[in-house]
């Protein structure tokens, strides 16, 4: 199985196959809007202006587990990072990214980059917040907060997972190393 295996609805309901992707860096990521995390949209919106005409694209899920932080419709998210952040890459259909209801496609990724540690600035902090959700956080592969990250290469493969608090410099330079 490939990442191009892979159907996900766009935020209009329609079904988008990740094949459309092929032969692209991709970064997917699961966003919300009310996250003390959403500044890091700022900073997605640039590494995607920077790489997106090398065959680099942002691939944005929102999710309302953690915290009821992405209110609203999938269209409203949209048009609130379209406005706000001025999002230019492909935002989907809310999702859940955890649980009885994960996407399929979350199911994966975890599978192909499970979870290793939360470091970084703001680790400590999140380690707490996660730890009172689920105090065996260390021992399963869920996505622990919003604004997880998983890089793919050109030829499909999950290569790398990066947890909210890691530095988004160091995604930037993994991605160059990719283009």
């Known amino acids: 199985m490939s990442i191009y295996d892979f159907e996900v609805k766009d935020i209009n309901g329609n079904m988008v196959s990740l094949k459309e992707y092929e032969g692209q860096v991709l970064l997917i990521v699961n966003s919300a809007t009310k996250c003390g995390f959403t500044p890091q949209y700022n900073e997605l919106t640039e590494i995607y202006n920077k790489f997106k005409d090398d065959g680099f694209t942002i691939l944005d899920f929102p999710c309302n587990q953690f915290g009821k932080q992405a209110p609203g419709t999938g269209e409203e998210i949209a048009e609130t990072c379209r406005a706000t952040f001025l999002v230019q890459y492909p935002i989907f259909e809310k999702i859940d990214v955890n649980g009885e209801n994960e996407d399929p496609l979350y199911t994966f990724l975890k599978e192909k980059q499970p979870f290793v540690d939360i470091t970084g600035d703001g680790a400590r902090k999140l ?51 990719l283009l």
């Open 127 to 177: 380690k707490m917040v996660v730890k009172m959700m689920d105090k065996h956080y260390k021992d399963n592969n869920d996505i622990k907060w919003n604004f997880t990250k998983f890089l793919v290469d050109r030829e499909g493969n999950v290569v790398e997972r990066f947890e909210p608090t890691e530095s988004l410099n160091d995604v930037k330079a993994r991605i160059e190393g």
